[in-house]
């Protein structure tokens, strides 16, 4: 559950610096922001759901 907490904040900062960077046209940091947002966000929203609806994220036995 911390991991998918942790990555969401990564997700939420990095679409923060994307909206900041899109501002200031610097697209190189848009490219690297707008990457770590899809990969972030993904791994967040899936060990979320995972939790959540599998029960999963946790040992067994």
Known sequence: M???IITLLIAIFAAIGLFR???T???FAVG???VT???FGW???MTLYSVI???GGG???
């Open 32 to 34: 690297f922001a707008a």
């Open 43 to 45: 791994f967040a929203v």
């Open 2 to 4: 911390e991991f998918g």
């Open 59 to 61: 040992t067994v036995g």
């Open 53 to 55: 609806f599998t029960g």
């Open 37 to 39: 947002v899809a990969v």
């Open 21 to 23: 960077e899109l501002k």
């Open 25 to 27: 046209k610097n697209f």
